[in-house]
């Protein structure tokens, strides 16, 4: 049995994230804490970050991370950064000191090495440690990847590295994204999941045999605390 939110559409969906997570983040900061974020792209987090831009919080301190980010520059039309930076960052005064940006405009392999040693820096990290995240938000592809690891990805089997870059044949892209290692650590996942063509594929995701090759986002499918976001046309299938 999941633990799920479901709402009618796709902005109260976003809407309840919202809520959701600084309900989290606030529990995390309690006693004076920092708190560490980590977010992914699409259209249903940039409902979501323009409620984080309308509300007032502590976001300083609050450090802000990616899941993943595709292989271009912070001024492309793909980047991750630069949807969250006009949803959210600029027009809700982010400070921007506590932001961990993805440096993707740079050699894959590169990027992958300097961001998992900010990562590494931050959190004071022995070798071999993996971070624990206050609060890790995610979505699900049709497909049924998350963050950028897709089907038949070999990198779902690496629990060791922090951040891997890894070719997408399908976008003929690179990426730089959270390893499961990082992924499986958090203390809490928050998987944000909308639209009808979700449907079968999360209805599969939770039904069938966990085959992380298969179905990448089953990558968290036996760690505590994680709570799916749904609309009604994502979670028509699903008990």
């Known amino acids: 049995m999941i633990h799920s939110i479901r709402f ?37 987090p940039k409902l979501m970050f323009e409620v984080f831009a309308k509300t007032k919080f502590p976001w300083d301190r609050v450090q802000l991370y990616w899941v993943d980010e595709r292989g271009v520059p912070p001024t492309d039309s ?15 005064n982010f400070p921007r000191a506590n932001v961990h940006r993805i440096e993707a405009e740079k050699e894959a392999h590169e990027a992958a090495r300097i961001y998992a040693a900010d990562i590494t820096n931050y959190f004071k990290l022995k070798p071999g440690e993996i971070p624990k995240f206050d609060v890790i938000h995610r979505g699900m592809g049709p497909d049924c990847h998350t963050a950028s690891l897709f089907p038949g990805e070999p990198m779902i089997d690496n629990r060791t590295d922090l951040i891997g870059a890894v070719w997408v044949e399908k976008f003929k892209q690179w990426r730089i994204t959270m390893l499961p290692g990082v992924l499986r650590a958090a203390k809490h996942s928050v998987m944000l999941v909308t639209g009808k063509d979700k449907a079968q594929p999360l209805y599969d995701v939770l ?33």
Do not use: F
């Open 8 to 44: 009618t559409d796709i902005q109260q969906a976003a809407e309840g994230c919202a809520k959701h997570i600084l309900g989290l983040l606030e529990e995390a900061m309690k006693g004076g804490s920092h708190a560490t974020l980590a977010i992914s792209g699409g259209s249903s």
């Open 78 to 92: 793909q980047s991750n950064y630069k949807m969250t930076n006009e949803s959210w960052l600029t027009p809700g």
């Open 207 to 239: 039904n069938n045999p966990v085959d992380l090759k298969k179905y990448p986002v089953q990558v968290t499918h036996d760690v505590p605390n994680v709570t799916w976001i749904l609309d009604e046309p994502a979670g028509a299938l699903v008990k």
